[in-house]
């Protein structure tokens, strides 16, 4: 969180001078020292997720790409002749933070022909535009990467 703050500091300047690090470095460490005593940040949950960056990365790639697939085939199933057959898909979920849980609703909602419907505890409720477009998401790459993350940030 530090770093961030102080990256942006360094962007908003627009330059790097002794002056705007000097600055810059003890405004960000009074502003993270509020954030740590007030806003329920730690040095702890940065350094879990400094841990599950690279996991991260790879899952917002995975995200574009999901994206990108679910767009071409909502765009051929609207262009094509074959007629849609919407479908509601309900499932459950092993995923076992609230986070992961709400970071895969709003995955499958982001992926054009899907929206998550309602989310009660582990089960889901997906709408799909064509029922083919929710075949296997119980276990898509958006779970797996999601239990990843979980495993890291409980070591």
């Not at 790409?65 to 609207?78: F, N």
């Not at 992961?100 to 992926?111: C, D, F, G, M, Q």
């Not at 064509?130 to 999601?146: A, N, Q």
């Amino acid at each position: 969180m530090f770093l961030l703050l102080f990256l942006l500091w360094l962007i908003f300047n627009g330059r790097i001078a002794m002056d705007v690090v000097i600055v810059g470095v003890l405004l960000c460490v009074v502003l993270y020292f509020f954030c740590c005593k007030f806003l329920g940040f730690s040095i702890k949950k940065d350094i879990t997720i400094a841990k599950e960056l690279p996991l991260i990365s790879i899952y917002a790639g995975n995200l574009i790409w999901e994206v990108i697939k679910a767009s071409l085939a909502t765009t051929k199933l609207v262009l094509g002749s074959k007629k849609p057959q919407p479908a509601l898909i309900k499932f459950r979920t092993d995923l076992k933070t609230n986070t992961a849980r709400v970071l895969l609703a709003n995955s499958i909602t982001l992926t054009p022909g899907t929206i998550t419907v309602d989310l009660t505890d582990d089960e889901y409720v997906i709408h799909c535009l064509d029922k083919s477009f929710g075949e296997g998401i119980d276990e898509c790459s958006f779970v797996k990467y999601l239990r990843k993350m979980e495993e890291v940030a409980n070591k």
